[in-house]
């Protein structure tokens, strides 16, 4: 059964936060609130928990997860990247996008793209996400919240608690301004491929 917790989301309670990342580090799984809605997350290399995202967002193991990392220096290990990659990353980040790039041996097979080899990278701005993976010491595997039946990212802790209370380990709650999705970069494709046009602004790519 699922614990709810709310914590400021300016300033996350210190506790409040090591008590998810401990929930993490022994193989939980987690809702918490991001600048785009809320998020499913588990730590990087737990397959059972990568299954367990898989279940309550209805999609297959292969389903293509991202890496909430807190900045890219914690992100860097982990993809391949040319130098005008890595200048746009640096430009973009931390904000509303998430990027598609060739990960590195330091990525676990089970969070790579099976076909590609490529992984999702996002660095978000938002206070709870930055606290929560700079406690963590290493990425979050991540997939954002919307209901199998549905296409809407969750919004509200209290309706993600009622709706995943015994599939989940923690419901973090905090509010959230927008549930708009990120825009997505592909960096694989040369020019950079927009995959999907969301919150960020990727008009300079056209």
Known sequence: MSKFVEVHPINPQPRTISRAVSILRDG??????????????????????QERI?????????????LICANFAQAGPLVLLDNAGFRLVKRLTPGPYTFIIEGTKEVPK??????KKTIGIRISPYPVV???VTELGSPLVS????APEGNEVYTDGWSVFEDFEHQL?????????????????DLTAAPPEVIRVGSGDVSFLD
Do not use: W
């Not at 089970?110 to 076909?115: E, P």
């Open 28 to 49: 939980g799984v987690i809702a918490y609130p991001t600048d785009s809605g809320f998020a499913l997350g588990c730590a990087m290399g737990n397959l059972e928990g």
């Open 54 to 66: 898989a279940k309550i967002r209805g999609v297959g193991i292969k389903h293509n997860f991202t």
């Open 110 to 115: 089970s969070s790579l793209n099976s076909k």
């Open 130 to 132: 930055q606290s929560l």
């Open 143 to 146: 997939s954002s919240l919307i």
């Open 169 to 185: 380990d923690l419901v973090i709650d905090a509010p959230i301004e927008s549930a708009q999705p990120t825009s997505v970069i």
